[in-house]
């Protein structure tokens, strides 16, 4: 009974937390949307036209001016991308689709000229890259007497043939009066809408130390019938974008590691690069070999999809262990007066990649390190490994084989040979293993610290699964000035946690190393 009470007390402080944490936006200065107001802008334009091959509806713009509006591209209704419904859904509202969109031409010289506002503060583009497979760019000038002048460099990722839009934010924070305009593009961009806040001096907040953790996604890949819960679960993490520090996805982002998989997981996962959350990834057995399943480290699909040369231009990035390969990741972020450093390393990480995680974690004596990876922990509350009888272990696997520097570690060697040497480890992630699906343990490394790890993993295959995993996250609020964190395990689909022991925590008197001290 005492369990149950503090458990019910925990999610009503989580609710109230999450709750709490969204405050009144400034007004709206400007709200443009070309398709919710299709009607108001058919009436401005020339109306369209089908092209030849009856795939596109749409008049070419050229210079012109209406009610303190500017236009050079194309207005209409394009289709975004091959073999996919053409036009993509509003992440504010997944049951509404875009149509009518202004086209910014790859051409480089298109614009969409705003009326003068009085003062911006966050703004924000709804597009679409119409690249299946190469970024684009386009730019945010403001006009300085009678020339524009570039404030943002706004990069999109390329759409994967995925049914979602890009929602681009930026805070300007201009306190006067601006004329605004978007320009240019290396690839035709699809703008469906533009949003203008006022300026708020208190905006953006500070975000509470927030983290998501999206363990073993492959079946939502793998079955067309579950694509949407991969997006679904990433749109929902961007629309939470102002409360999420960093979000840890724990490898098998794919199950059968191919082009058609990880168009759907590279095309979820990049929702939340517009919105500017922080994330991070690992390869799991599924997403590396030939064909697939860790038969050998072949990560050449994870490295198109997800290239080095998209995150090392992000702050939070730190670098890869091997040049132009995402295989094993570090990252950094701080909140207040604590700094944290994320190591996202591959199923079984071989000698060579732990050697390097040490030198990393070394490198960074003041960060609370967290362990991102695919296999650690076991279903039985302890590590994978720490008993002979543990099953999908690295070496049970075609990597296993391999010798020397590229051994591959199991949990128990990962703990022996990382993680227990350093006094500011805190976390471990982990997804994996299936059965149960959950585990944790506490456990005191060498330098008499505590680490926290826990496993989750809710894919199908795990006892109780329903539609590959229901799309069901875990939601980690810390607070290290207080000394506690609690987990909380959360789907966007069915709006329902799950309330077992093994499926909420909080713990108390924890230890975070505070910066520089």
Request: net charge positive; aromatic share 16%.
């Given at each position: 009974?005492?369990?149950?009470?503090?458990?019910?007390?925990?999610?009503?402080?989580?609710?109230?937390?999450?709750?709490?944490?969204?405050?009144?936006?400034?007004?709206?200065?400007?709200?443009?949307?070309?398709?919710?107001?299709?009607?108001?802008?058919?009436?401005?334009?020339?109306?369209?036209?089908?092209?030849?091959?009856?795939?596109?509806?749409?008049?070419?713009?050229?210079?012109?001016?209406?009610?303190?509006?500017?236009?050079?591209?194309?207005?209409?209704?394009?289709?975004?991308?091959?073999?996919?419904?053409?036009?993509?859904?509003?992440?504010?509202?997944?049951?509404?689709?875009?149509?009518?969109?202004?086209?910014?031409?790859?051409?480089?010289?298109?614009?969409?000229?705003?009326?003068?506002?009085?003062?911006?503060?966050?703004?924000?583009?709804?597009?679409?890259?119409?690249?299946?497979?190469?970024?684009?760019?386009?730019?945010?000038?403001?006009?300085?007497?009678?020339?524009?002048?570039?404030?943002?460099?706004?990069?999109?990722?390329?759409?994967?043939?995925?049914?979602?839009?890009?929602?681009?934010?930026?805070?300007?924070?201009?306190?006067?009066?601006?004329?605004?305009?978007?320009?240019?593009?290396?690839?035709?961009?699809?703008?469906?809408?533009?949003?203008?806040?006022?300026?708020?001096?208190?905006?953006?907040?500070?975000?509470?130390?927030?983290?998501?953790?999206?363990?073993?996604?492959?079946?939502?890949?793998?079955?067309?019938?579950?694509?949407?819960?991969?997006?679904?679960?990433?749109?929902w993490i961007a629309n939470q974008s102002d409360s999420v520090m960093f979000v840890l996805n724990q490898g098998d982002l794919t199950q059968k590691n191919n082009d058609p998989e990880f168009s759907v997981s590279a095309g979820a996962m990049t929702i939340l690069y517009g919105k500017k959350v922080p994330y991070t990834f690992v390869p799991g057995n599924h997403d590396m070999g030939n064909p697939t399943n860790a038969n050998e480290r072949?990560?050449?699909?994870?490295?198109?999809?997800?290239?080095?040369?998209?995150?090392?231009?992000?702050?939070?990035?730190?670098?890869?262990?091997?040049a132009g390969k995402m295989d094993n990741s570090w990252h950094t972020f701080q909140w207040r007066d604590y700094k944290f450093l994320i190591l996202s390393l591959e199923f079984g990480p071989r000698d060579k990649v732990l050697k390097w995680a040490r030198e990393i974690v070394e490198q960074h004596p003041y960060h609370n390190v967290i362990l991102?990876?695919?296999?650690?922990?076991?279903?039985?509350?302890?590590?994978?490994?720490?008993?002979?009888?543990?099953?999908?272990?690295?070496?049970?696997?075609?990597?296993?084989?391999?010798?020397?520097?590229?051994?591959?570690?199991?949990?128990?060697?990962?703990?022996?040979?990382?993680?227990?040497?350093?006094?500011?480890?805190?976390?471990?992630?982990?997804?994996?293993?299936?059965?149960?699906?959950?585990?944790?343990?506490?456990?005191?490394?060498?330098?008499?610290?505590?680490?926290?790890?826990?496993?989750?993993?809710?894919?199908?295959?795990?006892?109780?699964?329903?539609?590959?995993?229901?799309?069901?996250?875990?939601?980690?609020?810390?607070?290290?000035?207080?000394?506690?964190?609690?987990?909380?395990?959360?789907?966007?689909?069915?709006?329902?946690?799950?309330?077992?022991?093994?499926?909420?925590?909080?713990?108390?008197?924890?230890?975070?190393?505070?910066?520089?001290?």
């Amino acid at each position: 009974m005492k369990r149950y009470i503090k458990n019910l007390l925990f999610t009503t402080l989580f609710i109230f937390t999450f709750v709490s944490c969204a405050t009144a936006a400034p007004k709206v200065m400007l709200e443009m949307d070309f398709t919710k107001d299709s009607t108001y802008w058919k009436a401005v334009f020339p109306t369209p036209q089908w092209n030849e091959a009856k795939t596109n509806y749409f008049v070419n713009i050229k210079t012109l001016k209406k009610n303190m509006y500017g236009f050079e591209g194309a207005f209409g209704a394009f289709n975004p991308g091959e073999n996919v419904m053409a036009q993509p859904v509003y992440l504010e509202d997944s049951t509404q689709f875009r149509k009518w969109a202004f086209r910014l031409s790859n051409k480089g010289n298109s614009y969409i000229e705003l009326p003068q506002l009085t003062n911006v503060g966050r703004f924000t583009v709804f597009c679409k890259n119409a690249s299946a497979m190469e970024p684009g760019e386009f730019y945010i000038q403001q006009l300085n007497g009678k020339n524009w002048e570039t404030i943002r460099t706004i990069y999109l990722p390329p759409h994967y043939n995925q049914n979602y839009e890009q929602v681009v934010e930026e805070f300007l924070n201009i306190d006067k009066k601006v004329k605004l305009r978007i320009y240019g593009a290396t690839k035709n961009i699809h703008v469906y809408g533009i949003r203008a806040h006022a300026y708020d001096k208190n905006e953006p907040q500070e975000k509470p130390l927030r983290l998501i953790l999206l363990p073993d996604p492959q079946s939502y890949a793998q079955f067309k019938r579950l694509n949407f819960l991969y997006g679904l679960q990433t749109s929902w993490i961007a629309n939470q974008s102002d409360s999420v520090m960093f979000v840890l996805n724990q490898g098998d982002l794919t199950q059968k590691n191919n082009d058609p998989e990880f168009s759907v997981s590279a095309g979820a996962m990049t929702i939340l690069y517009g919105k500017k959350v922080p994330y991070t990834f690992v390869p799991g057995n599924h997403d590396m070999g030939n064909p697939t399943n860790a038969n050998e480290r072949n990560t050449t699909y994870l490295n198109k999809y997800y290239p080095v040369s998209r995150y090392e231009r992000l702050p939070w990035f730190g670098g890869v262990f091997e040049a132009g390969k995402m295989d094993n990741s570090w990252h950094t972020f701080q909140w207040r007066d604590y700094k944290f450093l994320i190591l996202s390393l591959e199923f079984g990480p071989r000698d060579k990649v732990l050697k390097w995680a040490r030198e990393i974690v070394e490198q960074h004596p003041y960060h609370n390190v967290i362990l991102n990876t695919h296999a650690y922990m076991f279903r039985d509350d302890t590590r994978q490994g720490s008993k002979p009888d543990h099953p999908g272990r690295p070496q049970s696997y075609g990597i296993g084989k391999d010798t020397g520097d590229d051994y591959a570690n199991d949990g128990q060697e990962i703990w022996d040979k990382l993680v227990k040497l350093y006094p500011n480890f805190i976390f471990t992630f982990n997804g994996h293993v299936t059965s149960r699906g959950v585990g944790h343990q506490v456990d005191t490394g060498v330098n008499g610290n505590k680490v926290y790890q826990f496993l989750a993993n809710y894919q199908g295959g795990v006892d109780g699964t329903v539609n590959g995993g229901n799309g069901f996250l875990r939601i980690v609020d810390v607070n290290p000035e207080k000394g506690t964190f609690r987990i909380q395990t959360y789907s966007p689909h069915t709006k329902t946690y799950k309330t077992e022991a093994d499926q909420q925590f909080f713990y108390e008197n924890v230890r975070f190393v505070k910066s520089g001290k």
